[in-house]
């Protein structure tokens, strides 16, 4: 079983299951974030703050994987 971000969980006889709908959500909001501190300035202060939400979310995001995982 390989578990990943694309598709959930792909089994050795190649069955793919897909994510659960809260995943997707966040997978969703992940990219948003980090689109928006793509366009801020490095070094500013508005870069900082957004760099450490995206930060705390892909922390999230891995609770919440391996939540779904066990």
Do not use: C, N
Request: aromatic share 8%; glycine share 4%; charged share 40%.
């Amino acid at each position: 079983m390989d578990l990943g971000i694309k598709t959930f969980a792909t089994f050795s006889d190649g069955t793919k299951v897909d994510a659960p709908k809260p995943l997707k959500k966040r997978i969703k909001k992940l990219r948003k974030l980090s689109k928006s501190l793509s366009h801020k300035t490095k070094g500013s202060k508005r870069y900082e703050k957004a760099r450490v939400r995206v930060a705390k979310f892909h922390a999230k995001l891995k609770d919440t994987l391996d939540r779904f995982s066990t």
